[in-house]
């Protein structure tokens, strides 16, 4: 836990006891229990509308004494590989979901599964002119759909010319107004 949300997360499950457990000790409320109340709570209300399908995933393999690595994925299975052949069977892994708030709920800002076959839609909302913002591997980035006779049809393109594979994308938004561009940074 690094952030003031985290902490301020853990405090609260901290100070809120549901009881005793038989050796009379106190049972606090778990953190996984309380982020799921307190987005439920949020959504309910319309203060924050977070996506039902995590976003990327969180993946922390706990080593010894209170290190950790951790990675951020788009898929649920971590990427540390197998127990007791890429790393120890006594290290834990936990991997978490993360949910991202939408700006405004149905305005089409999710992401967008890149699918296996190419589609007139991927080609019309993916072009030089009107680039989208791609995920790949926990990398984001820009991109935009050309066709390459040489290579034989529709190839994603970036700047770097890195030949992306991405998994997700979705539009770019809209730049700022005009009078959004000439004011100043506080």
Request: aromatic share 10%; net charge negative; glycine share 6%.
């Amino acid at each position: 836990m690094t952030t003031p949300h985290d902490k301020a997360l853990a405090a609260a499950c901290e100070a809120t006891i549901l009881g005793e457990d038989e050796n009379y000790k106190p049972v606090h409320l778990e953190l996984r229990e309380a982020e799921m109340a307190i987005s439920a709570y949020l959504s309910s209300i319309g203060g924050v509308v977070c996506q039902r399908n995590p976003s990327a995933w969180a993946h922390r393999l706990n080593l010894e004494l209170d290190q950790f690595l951790t990675e951020f994925t788009g898929e649920p299975e971590h990427p540390f590989g197998e127990p007791g052949v890429e790393f120890s069977a006594e290290f834990t892994v936990n991997s978490t979901p993360l949910h991202a708030p939408l700006p405004i709920a149905g305005k089409g800002d999710e992401w967008i599964l890149v699918p296996e076959e190419m589609t007139n839609e991927l080609i019309k909302a993916a072009t030089k002119d009107r680039q989208v913002l791609v995920f790949e591997k926990g990398r984001y980035y820009n991109a935009w759909m050309e066709f390459d006779e040489y290579e034989g049809g529709w190839l994603w393109m970036d700047e770097a010319d890195s030949e992306p594979n991405p998994s997700h994308y979705r539009p770019l938004p809209a730049p700022p107004s005009r009078s959004e561009e000439g004011r100043e940074k506080p």
